[in-house]
């Protein structure tokens, strides 16, 4: 990757935002950080994240309800969305390794690529562990990976470093000199990355429900125990960055019909219901159960390339039944 010496994001983001729609992780009213529009000329101070944003960015890709085609006089007609030019600053390590485990799930879904394509990603190191999070076990952080990234942001010590990390990346930076970054940031880049995995510790219950759930160890009554704390709210489906569930949906108009999808929740109870009244997964445990296999599972790893879980801790911060990643990989583990 080229390296360059960075005299503040602000200017960076400056130049990226011209000709593109410019989204950062900012608090909103209440105080969560949210991914919002800003303006490419705004003067407002740039600084890493300390926590990920409430949700995450996949649904500038994967939209939470959209048409996918009307059939109208006995024909099917496409509805492609027409993206504007995007960039989105200061995502996570995290969250850009969902996206790429989202690019492959969605590898031929035209609606996601087409607004995939259209975005510029740039990704910034953390500084500092987040309150749930444990990417450092997941092998998705704490700093950003370069192929996840089309630029790469990291604060070392009193100046900042940024590193080029696609073709995409490289173009966009057409027209803003920057020079070379002086020798020893792969080794400064490195040492931050450690103190910040060590800020997050061994998280020895990860590995060990991991471990149990390919086993296959784990008993039922287990997963019974914890569908019955299991709201079926979708809360922790709905912001967890590689979530993909989705319903089809029909709308009747005039001249015809337009099919939608919208998101879905795999802890629904009528998720999985067939037209025949049979339900595979009727009880909360096992609802419970098939989660937690979508983001451990030895089988899912092989197929998208790494785990479904990226260590975010979203859902430990947002479940009201208390049966976030933490609390799981604890109860499973033991016999």
């Known amino acids: 990757m080229q390296a360059l010496e960075l005299e503040s994001p602000e200017l960076l983001r400056a130049h990226l935002g011209e000709g593109r729609q410019l989204y950062q992780p900012l608090p909103d009213s209440q105080g969560a950080l949210r991914w919002q529009r800003l303006e490419a000329g705004s003067a407002l101070p740039f600084a890493a994240p300390e926590e990920t944003p409430q949700f995450a ?87 950003v990976r370069p192929a996840t990234a089309d630029l790469i942001l990291s604060r070392l010590d009193a100046h900042w470093l940024l590193l080029v990390a696609s073709a995409a990346g490289e173009r966009a930076l057409a027209g803003l000199a920057l020079p070379a970054a002086a020798p020893g940031w792969v080794h400064e880049r490195a040492a931050n990355a450690q103190r910040v995995a060590a800020e997050q510790g061994e998280q020895p219950a990860i590995a060990a429900g991991r471990a149990a759930l390919n086993a296959g160890t784990v008993a039922q009554g287990a997963w019974d125990e914890l569908g019955l704390r299991c709201f079926g709210c979708s809360g922790c489906t709905s912001v967890c960055p590689t979530c993909s569930c989705f319903a089809p949906a029909q709308q009747a108009g005039e001249g015809g019909v337009v099919q939608e999808r919208v998101w879905d929740s795999c802890l ?27 983001k451990f599972g030895e089988a899912f790893a092989e197929r998208f390339g790494r785990d479904g879980c990226v260590g975010c801790g979203r859902c430990d911060a947002v479940c009201p039944g208390s049966i976030g990643v933490h609390q799981v990989m604890q109860r499973i583990s033991q016999p």
């Open 268 to 294: 629904y109870a009528g998720f999985q219901k067939e037209a025949s009244g049979h339900n595979p997964s009727a009880g909360p445990g096992q609802r419970v159960q098939r989660f937690w296999y979508h």
């Open 57 to 143: 960015a996949k649904a500038f890709f994967f939209a939470e309800r959209e048409a996918l085609f009307r059939y109208e006089h006995g024909r099917f007609i496409a509805l492609l969305p027409e993206p504007q030019p995007q960039v989105l600053f200061g995502l996570s390590a995290c969250d850009l390794t969902a996206i790429a485990y989202q690019d492959r799930f969605f590898a031929e879904d035209p609606h996601y690529q087409l607004r995939r394509r259209a975005t510029l990603l740039v990704g910034v190191d953390c500084a500092h562990s987040c309150r749930h999070g444990f990417c450092a076990r997941m092998d998705s952080g704490p700093d």
